[in-house]
């Protein structure tokens, strides 16, 4: 199953975030694709603080991944744009950061090719007009069940 939503500012990203993030109840693999400043990172905001975060979400091109812990779960961030080789993510423990109960949002993940396990939700986000545009499918059952909760809650 498919989808687009055509976010027309921060806030309309933000609100897809917090669909996505009910969408995925709390666990699975997201990919997020599309060129630098297009607002990956505002719909990890969007998610991460319909979990609850109340504090800073920034982008973790530096450190790679960012935990946010919450008592019933944890989402992981992760920021792959400076990885210069996959395998890199096998020093940070990488099959750690997908086992069940968890939700991982992955920015860049072209440069996690062959060490990223397969998404449950692609989104490809592209400039429309003023706005932005996310194409999204499920990629597994999970993802396909995610992206129809999306298209409900979008209605």
Do not use: N
Request: charged letters at 25%; proline letters at 4%; a negative charge.
């Amino acid at each position: 199953m498919k989808g687009q939503f055509y976010a027309r500012d921060e806030a309309a990203m933000m609100r897809f975030g917090q669909v996505l993030f009910t969408a995925m109840a709390s666990e699975g693999v997201v990919f997020l694709q599309g060129d630098l400043g297009l607002g990956k990172t505002t719909l990890c905001r969007g998610v991460i603080r319909a979990a609850g975060h109340s504090g800073v979400v920034k982008s973790p091109t530096y450190t790679l991944v960012e935990p946010y812990e919450f008592s019933d779960s944890i989402i992981y961030h992760f920021d792959l744009y400076r990885l210069c080789d996959p395998e890199e993510l096998e020093y940070l423990g990488i099959r750690d950061y997908f086992s069940t109960g968890m939700l991982s949002l992955v920015e860049w993940p072209d440069k996690g090719k062959g060490a990223l396990p397969m998404p449950d939700v692609e989104i490809e986000i592209s400039i429309k007009e003023q706005g932005r545009l996310l194409s999204y499918h499920g990629a597994t059952k999970k993802g396909a069940l995610a992206v129809a909760s999306i298209e409900q809650l979008l209605a």
